[in-house]
């Protein structure tokens, strides 16, 4: 695997579970160590047979080369340890974004409900 890239799903792993958790919140909880232990083996154990077939169809040899010597400086830690964290920050700012469009949306609608409906 790209160093740096497990550093990255180490940091990413907890946010998974707890996203994980939060769609399966009617699985018991003995049951759901059931499952996040699954997924510890598939993501840990079993990285190289989940990630290269990705890596391969964006990325040469040459260049997976080159994002691993990246990873080794002091920035390219900082991108593998961040990158989660960013995309779930990203990701809640989109979220919440979302839901104010969708409220404007909403309210829009509304008034253009009672203007029809005053004509």
């Known amino acids: 695997m790209v160093s740096g890239g497990r550093k990255a799903l180490e940091t ?6 707890e996203s994980l958790k939060k769609m399966c919140y009617y699985v018991p909880d003995e049951i759901m160590k059931q499952i996040e232990e ?3 083996t598939i993501f840990f154990d079993n990285i190289n ?3 290269v077939p990705v890596y391969k169809k964006y990325y ?3 260049e997976l080369k080159a994002f691993a010597d990246f990873f080794e400086t002091p920035l390219g830690k900082k991108v593998a340890a961040t990158t989660p964290l960013l995309t779930k920050d990203l990701f809640e700012a989109g979220q919440e974004a979302s839901k104010n469009i969708i409220k404007e949306v ?14």
């Open 60 to 62: 040469t040899l040459e």
């Open 12 to 17: 990413s792993y907890p946010l998974l579970m």
């Open 49 to 51: 047979e989940l990630y």
């Open 106 to 119: 909403l309210k829009d609608l509304n008034l253009d409900e009672k203007e029809s409906s005053e004509k």
């Open 38 to 40: 699954k997924f510890r």
